[in-house]
Structure formats: structure tokens, C-alpha cells
């Protein structure tokens, strides 16, 4: 499976039909189209000089370029390596730096900062797009052939594709390097969980810098049309309704804010089929919230750019949660995917009991796992061990082995010698009617070793005291476990991914591990 060849199908056999349907630019292309920019692009490269496995890095927002580079890396072996533009000017270096690029394709409105990258490698082809370009883009294509490059042949399978940065939520990003075969494999897995249909319309709501561009190449590998869209909770809703809009991947938060828009079921919503979320844990209000207020069924997706999805709490599952039946497994994120085997694991690698309160560590054995990190043999061997790829993030399960994550390794709170879990006091918090998002992690504290603090994010035009959001967690927790502290602020600092970065929360608080004094 070669995935650059993804456009090519649907062009030989419906060639009118819309592909892409760019928002943030008022552009759309059909599958013809984009396949003949995809051979031009394709051997445009080629003729720079660049050989299979050169990087081609990518810094723009979401657009029809930004997929046409995608496809055109991969039919004739070249890696491409996105860059997230929301990044400060030395963590962007070094991601830049960390890959190597031949070449350097960006947005006109990312100018300044890719003069700045290439400064110290004269040697990086530059390619820029976009109004206000210099059009080097458009003239590559211009200058090449439509005829299928001959390399096209021998790439696919475990060639390496793509390197997908980490959202760097415990430290410094790190590249995951995908194959075309790894990809694949997680595209069967969205495949049958999502039951994607040909009459889908995807919206990709995510940044095409990250993993979930992986679910948008997956619905195009169906012939479906994606839209692309820089996402805002308001444009969201009118393009679910003006372009009939059948799927979207709803990382946590976005979900919440669909909902707490103005005048939210005035929009016509009916087109919806299935919506996914995750990306973070779930509120259980919310999810109930969201089953009631959205036309169509809901999945939830556990993932990590290292194996994209590996488990799915199904549509039957939330439907028959509404129905009083399992209710709990709201709060879980469902059971291994098709392609992916998932195990819980003490220190030790030993699986611990599925008994619904014993924790371990998941470990995921999946064709869709990275083959490494980039550049990373050291960080490679810590997480891929004997075929297990071990996840960092902490779990119990049940009898039937739905897993329900209790917190990221690093996140979890000791105080007083007890293990407290920061996810389940976020989920007491979010049972006060006016918080919209919180971030609960330890602090230091002279007699306890850690105490419990949160930060919130109110709702629009909402009000509550620490004194209201401490009495509400308390409702639901053990004495231990509510918060100390709160703190209150307009919005959470979050990965690329929409994971709340709690380490740039707590760190203020600690310094290099110690306690503050």
C-alpha cells in the first residue's frame, strides 16, 4: 500500500468529485484535480534532486496544499515532516533542525519564520504558497509532468512516511516516525470503528501538523470529500449545516464549546452520522450532554500520535449507557480497536487483574504503532519493548476489558501516601454547572508532600467561587482527594493534539523535581 496513491482511485473512477473543500481559502478541489496536482508536485520534487527518505517539512494552518504534500511524499518516498506553527521560534528550531529537510514548504503568512529556519541550512529548497507567495509552489508544478512518477512503484509497505511530533504534554516533543503500513493499519481501525460509509463528508477540525490527519486521509481513501477548516466552535457549527457534514474527530474541549455557542440548536445539525471524540479525558456530564443535544451517535477514540487510535468506546455503548445499562462506561475508553491488541501491566510487564480498581500501565501491541522515534534509539527501546509499545498512561479494567484511564503516569498526585488521581477530581469538578475545562495536578505542600489544586475555565457569561468549586468536588470525593486551591483563568495552555499541558501548570511550582521552599 503505497498511501500517496490515495487520490488516484477515486480519480479514475469519479473524477468530478469534490475532495477537498477548503474553508479557511473559499477553495475546492475534485479527485481529478488533486490527483493530477499530486503527480505534478510529486515529480516537481523529484526533479529538485531530492532521494526517498529526504524530509520535506511543512509549515502552514490547514489547507489544500497541506494535503497535496502529503500524498505527493508519499507516492515517491519522501518523508514528510510537518511543523507545528503555534510553536515558540527555538522549540520550532529544533524541530526543524531535528529533521534535516531538503525542502521547506510553507504559507506565505509563515514568511519571516522560514527565512529564520533556513538560516543556517543554505541548502533547503523553499517552496511558498498562498496569497502574497512568490508562487515557487505553483511554478514547481507548472514546470513538471503529469505522467506517474517511476519511483511511485517501489515505495509503500514499512517505507517510513511520516514524522508526527509529539504534543510534548510530560517534556520536550519528540518525532514518531509512521510507515505507509502503520498508517494503514490505523486507517482499518478508524475504518470499523467510525463505520465510514462512501456518502461521508469529513471535517477535519484538528491541525493537519498532527495525527488526526491521518482519520482525514482515511476518509478520503473511502472517496469521501474532507473540509478543512481552522477550527472555531461558531464556523464549526455553520459548516456542519452549510456543507452537510457527516463525521468529525471532537478533541475534548471542542465539543463543550460546539454546545456553549449562542443560540447552538438553531444550526442544522441533521447531516451528522457519527461524531468521535477524545484527545483527553471526558466529563461524564458532558458526554450526557452531548448524546442529548447532537443528532447522531458518538464513539470515543484513546489514542497517541505514537499508534494513533487503539481503543473505541462504541456506539452501542453510549446508546445503551443512555439506557441505564453499564453507565459507568461512559467514563471508559472502550475496548481494543480491530487491529490492536491492549494489555495493563504492572512495573513488572505482569497483566494485572480486571478487576475494575487495580492500576497498571497500558501497553498496546498494534500494526498501526510507530516503527520509533526519530533520531531517538534511546527513547525508542524505553517505549517499544518485545513487540509492546508501553504508553505512559496508567489504567484499570474491567471483567470484559474495557479500560477506564486514571491518569498519565506523571500526573498522578501522592499526598499523604495516597494515590489520587487527577482525572477523577476534574470529573467532580465539571459536575458544577458553570465550568468549562480544568486542569487538576499536586503542588508542593510542607505537611502532605502534594496537595490537590485546580484551574478552571468558566463558561461564558458564568460565575463560581473556589469556595463553589471545592464544595462540588467534595460532593463526589473522598476528603483527600477534593481540591486545596483553586485558580480560575480564560483559557488552559494545550499540545497541538487539544491535551491541556498540565506540565506548564505545574511547573512554576517545582523546580527540577523538588519541592519549592
Known amino acids: 500500500m503505497n498511501l500517496g496513491m490515495i487520490p488516484a482511485k477515486t480519480a479514475r473512477l469519479a473524477p468530478g468529485r469534490e475532495a477537498l473543500i477548503d474553508i479557511p481559502n473559499d477553495r475546492r478541489m475534485t479527485y481529478g484535480e ?4 499530486v503527480r505534478r508536485l510529486a515529480n516537481g520534487l523529484v526533479g529538485l534532486g531530492l532521494a526517498k527518505g529526504d524530509r520535506v517539512a511543512v509549515l502552514s494552518r490547514n489547507c489544500i496544499e497541506y494535503m497535496e504534500l502529503y500524498f505527493a511524499c508519499g507516492r515517491v518516498g519522501l518523508i514528510a515532516q510537518p511543523l507545528n506553527w503555534r510553536l515558540g521560534e527555538v522549540e520550532l528550531q529544533r524541530i526543524f533542525d531535528d529533521g534535516e529537510p531538503a525542502a521547506l514548504a510553507y504559507s506565505a503568512e509563515y514568511a519571516d519564520q522560514a527565512a529564520a529556519l533556513v538560516r543556517q541550512a543554505s541548502d533547503v529548497h523553499l517552496l511558498s504558497f498562498g496569497v502574497d507567495s512568490d508562487g515557487s509552489y505553483e511554478k514547481l508544478l507548472a514546470g513538471a509532468g503529469t505522467e506517474e512518477p517511476a519511483r511511485s512503484a517501489e515505495v509503500g509497505g514499512h517505507d517510513p512516511m511520516l514524522i508526527l511530533y509529539t504534543g510534548g504534554t510530560t517534556g520536550q516533543s519528540k518525532g514518531a516516525l509512521h510507515t505507509h503500513h502503520s498508517l494503514f493499519a490505523g486507517m482499518i481501525n478508524q475504518t470499523v470503528a ?3 460509509v462512501p456518502t461521508d463528508v ?10 488526526p490527519v491521518g482519520l482525514a486521509i482515511n476518509y478520503m481513501a473511502h472517496g469521501c470529500p474532507v473540509v478543512l477548516i ?5 464556523l464549526a457549527l455553520e459548516v456542519i449545516q452549510r456543507e452537510r457534514v457527516s463525521a468529525f474527530l471532537g478533541i475534548t474541549t471542542m465539543l463543550n464549546w460546539m454546545m456553549a455557542v449562542d443560540n447552538f440548536s438553531d444550526y442544522d445539525l441533521s447531516s451528522l452520522r457519527n461524531i468521535q471524540y477524545g484527545g483527553g479525558p471526558m466529563p461524564h456530564s458532558v458526554v450526557q450532554a452531548a448524546l442529548a443535544s447532537l443528532p447522531c451517535t458518538l464513539i470515543q477514540g484513546y489514542g497517541q500520535t505514537e499508534g494513533m487510535t487503539m481503543s473505541f468506546l462504541s456506539q452501542e455503548d453510549h446508546a445503551r449507557a443512555l439506557e441505564g445499562i453499564h453507565p459507568e462506561r461512559l467514563d471508559s475508553c472502550g475496548r481494543e480497536g480491530f487491529m490492536t491488541t491492549i494489555n495493563v501491566v504492572d512495573p513488572e510487564g505482569k497483566p494485572v487483574p480486571r478487576d475494575g480498581k487495580t492500576p497498571g500501565e497500558i501497553v498496546v501491541r498494534s ?4 516503527i520509533g522515534y526519530w533520531r531517538r534509539p534511546d527513547l525508542t527501546a524505553q517505549t517499544l519493548r518485545d513487540g509492546w509499545m508501553w504508553t505512559g498512561d496508567v489504567a484499570v479494567w474491567d471483567e470484559e476489558g474495557y479500560l477506564f484511564i486514571v491518569d498519565r503516569a506523571k500526573d498522578m498526585i501522592i499526598s499523604g501516601g495516597e494515590n489520587i488521581y487527577s482525572t477523577q477530581v476534574e470529573a467532580a469538578i465539571h459536575e458544577h454547572p458553570a465550568v468549562l475545562e480544568s486542569a487538576v495536578f499536586g503542588v508542593p505542600d510542607p505537611e502532605w508532600g502534594e496537595a490537590v489544586k485546580a484551574v478552571v475555565v468558566l463558561k461564558p457569561g458564568m460565575q463560581a467561587s473556589e469556595a463553589d468549586i471545592i464544595a462540588t468536588a467534595a460532593q463526589h470525593l473522598a476528603s483527600y482527594q477534593k481540591p486545596k486551591s483553586v485558580d480560575f483563568v480564560d483559557s488552559l495552555p494545550k499540545a497541538p493534539t487539544g491535551k491541556i499541558l498540565k506540565r506548564v501548570l505545574r511547573d512554576p511550582y517545582w523546580d527540577k523535581g523538588e519541592r519549592k521552599v
Open 367 to 370: 500494526e498501526a504503532n510507530m
Open 202 to 211: 469529513y471535517m477535519l477540525t484538528g491541525q493537519m501538523f498532527h495525527i
Open 34 to 37: 488533486l490527483d493530477e496536482r
Open 194 to 196: 467510525e463505520r465510514v
Open 230 to 234: 481552522n477550527f472555531d466552535a461558531k
